[in-house]
């Protein structure tokens, strides 16, 4: 058989990456959102704004930042157009959404984190209960074992009308 190529080592070491994506201010206002909104694309689909991804990673490169969204479902997309071809706003046909969706999101996000809770707590709470009755039902056997041996010892003469002592 031949030997197969490439098996060798790699070359070049890892590079270096940047943040994920860039959350701060000055990075998204040249778009005209913040962190978090929901924004409304030209098609009607609605995303949460996550950061700004720089096309040579790195904030020195504002030309070439582009904005970032997750739609619902988690996955994460780039609006159209890039920064240079200009702004991305209502001239695009992207909006951000009424401020009662942005605080209905967040009131659907802290009740759905509060009945996580509710839920783990439950989850605990029957644990710790099953450890409790089977802690219990040892010691039942244990006592059953006990008594056990106390009947299976034969009194010795003389002794049976002695009453049986229970262990200290």
């Not at 157009?81 to 209502?90: A, T």
Request: glycine letters at 10%; charged letters at 35%; proline letters at 7%.
């Amino acid at each position: 058989m031949a030997k197969k190529k490439g098996g060798g080592k790699k070359k070049g070491g890892k590079k270096k990456k940047g943040p994920a994506f860039y959350t701060d201010e000055q990075d998204l206002a040249p778009f005209g959102f913040k962190l978090r909104d929901i924004v409304c694309t030209p098609l009607g689909l609605k995303g949460t704004i996550i950061g700004v991804k720089y096309d040579p990673p790195g904030p020195e490169n504002r030309d070439s930042a582009r904005l970032w969204v997750e739609y619902p479902g988690g996955k994460h997309a780039p609006l159209e157009p890039k920064l240079q071809n200009g702004f991305i706003g209502q001239a695009a046909g992207y909006r951000k959404v009424a401020e009662a969706e942005h605080i209905w999101r967040d009131v659907t996000t802290i009740r759905t984190r509060l009945e996580e809770e509710d839920e783990a707590r439950t989850a605990a709470l029957e644990r710790q209960r099953l450890r409790f009755e089977a802690l219990a039902l040892e010691a039942a056997l244990a006592d059953k074992a006990k008594q056990k041996k106390a009947k299976k010892k034969k009194p010795a003469e003389g002794e049976e009308d002695r009453p049986q002592t229970a262990p200290a």
